[in-house]
């Protein structure tokens, strides 16, 4: 652990990003947690004035900075919505490596992180045996959104609803990619990501599909690691480290022409984070700002850069959409996702508050349940009220979310990727 003035000096460095908030307010207006608490430590010019008071020596109560600063989703529309421009994820993201470095690990974060996800082969091994005895702890619940709920009380899961381990992992199923541009004149890297992967394995095959449809080239490695984005929330910066240079490895060398991935979250990670937080080695730097300018959502790129055209019919579904606080705050892409839902013949309708957060955040969901089901509850209203049959979205960490939300309602409302309901219609 280092010693509290250590930790002073290097909060410090975020003084010049810390000083152009002007406490207008404006982040009050849009905070999913402080909507719920009322709190002016959970919105975020009271989180910056904690780290800016502790920088400065005035607050002697660490702990405090600590809690408060987990206790937020990272959602970015603070920052998407700031008239000063404050970079508070950089900010959030920074103040939690220093306070990890200070405090250090939980131990199970250090098992989680340091043992499995950075050693992404024994993390698939031991994902792939919990699969094959899952149903002796989970039961189902509904079949339309593919729910399940524990047989009985188990830590972590409590009374949730969740999609259950897919059987057979996408990487079992298509075992390592390598085809050359076809018609399209394209050649893609893709990359799933773990809960596409391991839970959401549909929407990996349904994007292939759409590839060959298109005559979309494929590069997608084995042994794909994870994006990093939950120990960099964590603030677990050399996990982070290592998980970007073991995709560098994957991924750094090879030709293509654009790096598409079907989560939005993995989609915002490499595209900013991992040129803006990795500190290692300067050549893997300079390779990731050539992969973050390569990196699209699939819903942009199948839109802007593939022939796709909207049906002069609609089928019987009605499907609505929400949108992802990774694609629509960090990378502002919102028009696209509903393009492609209209090109998938359906007939679409816009809910109230599309584009608030369904507030799963990562880990929040783990530490804070209460409050994300109850700002999920609203994003639950919400879709039910739109009249839809479906929703789609762009993040299966919003799909296992918004499962939740809906299954406890039982309405008989599906949960989609946008991708899956376009790959359905060719």
Same mark, same amino acid.
């Given at each position: 652990m280092d010693d509290i003035q250590k930790l002073l000096e290097q909060l410090s460095e975020l003084d010049d990003q810390i000083i152009n908030c002007m406490k207008c307010g404006m982040c009050q207006a849009v905070c999913p947690v402080f909507s719920q608490t009322g709190n002016e430590a959970d919105v975020t010019r009271g989180k910056l004035a904690l780290i800016d008071a502790l920088s400065a020596q005035i607050l002697d109560n660490p702990d405090h900075?600590?809690?408060?600063?987990?206790?937020?989703?990272?959602c970015g529309t603070c920052q998407a919505n700031c008239p000063s421009g404050v970079d508070v994820?950089?900010?959030?993201?920074?103040?939690?490596?220093?306070?990890? &470095?200070?405090?250090? /690990? +939980? =131990?199970?974060? %250090?098992?989680? *992180?340091?043992?499995?996800?950075?050693?992404?082969?024994?993390?698939?091994?031991?994902?792939?045996?919990?699969?094959?005895?899952?149903?002796?702890?989970?039961?189902g619940v509904d079949e339309k959104l593919g729910s399940s709920c524990a047989r009985f009380n188990l830590p972590v899961v409590d009374d949730r609803h969740f999609n259950a381990l897919a059987k057979k992992p996408l990487r079992k199923i298509v075992s390592g990619v390598d085809t050359p541009a076809g018609n399209s004149g394209l050649r893609i890297g893709f990359y799933p990501g773990c809960v596409v992967d391991k839970m959401y394995t549909n929407i990996g095959l349904a994007s292939l599909k759409v590839f060959e449809h298109y005559g979309v080239g494929v590069y997608m490695p084995k042994g794909q690691a994870?994006? &990093?984005?939950?120990? /960099? +929330? =964590?603030?677990? %910066?050399?996990? *982070?480290?290592?998980?970007?240079?073991?995709?560098?490895?994957?991924?750094?060398?090879?030709?293509?022409?654009?790096?598409v991935t079907p989560c939005a979250s993995c989609t915002a990670t490499?595209?900013?984070?991992?040129?803006?937080?990795?500190?290692?080695?300067?050549?893997?730097?300079?390779?990731?700002?050539?992969?973050?300018d390569k990196?699209?959502?699939?819903?942009?790129?199948?839109?802007?850069h593939l022939e796709i055209t909207v049906p002069d019919e609609t089928n019987g579904n009605?499907?609505?959409?929400?949108?992802?606080?990774?694609?629509?705050?960090?990378?502002?892409?919102?028009?696209?996702?509903?393009?492609?839902?209209?090109?998938?013949?359906?007939?679409?309708?816009?809910?109230?508050?599309? &584009?608030?957060?369904?507030?799963c955040g990562g880990t929040f969901n783990v530490y804070h349940y209460d409050m994300s089901k109850e700002i999920g509850n609203k994003k639950a209203d919400n879709i039910i009220d739109s009249g839809a049959d479906l929703v789609a979205t762009s993040c299966p960490a919003c799909m296992m979310q918004m499962t939740d939300m809906l299954s406890r309602r039982n309405r008989g409302i599906g949960v989609k990727h946008v991708v899956e309901l376009?790959?359905?219609?060719l």
């Open positions: 900075v600590q809690e408060t600063l987990n206790r937020c989703l990272m994820v950089e900010i959030f993201f920074r103040a939690r490596g220093v306070m990890t &470095g200070y405090y250090g /690990l +939980s =131990s199970i974060k %250090k098992i989680i *992180f340091k043992g499995m996800l950075a050693n992404p082969g024994f993390f698939d091994g031991l994902v792939s045996i919990s699969a094959k005895f899952q149903n002796l702890f989970i039961k994870c994006c &990093g984005i939950p120990v /960099l +929330s =964590s603030g677990d %910066k050399r996990t *982070f480290n290592k998980l970007v240079e073991l995709n560098v490895q994957k991924f750094g060398a090879a030709d293509f022409d654009y790096l490499i595209k900013e984070l991992w040129p803006l937080m990795y500190t290692g080695n300067r050549e893997i730097s300079e390779t990731l700002k050539v992969l973050g990196c699209l959502d699939i819903n942009q790129f199948l839109v802007e009605t499907v609505t959409y929400h949108d992802p606080c990774h694609l629509k705050n960090s990378l502002k892409v919102t028009r696209q996702p509903r393009d492609l839902l209209k090109a998938s013949g359906i007939q679409f309708v816009e809910m109230n508050d599309s &584009g608030t957060c369904c507030g376009y790959a359905d219609s």
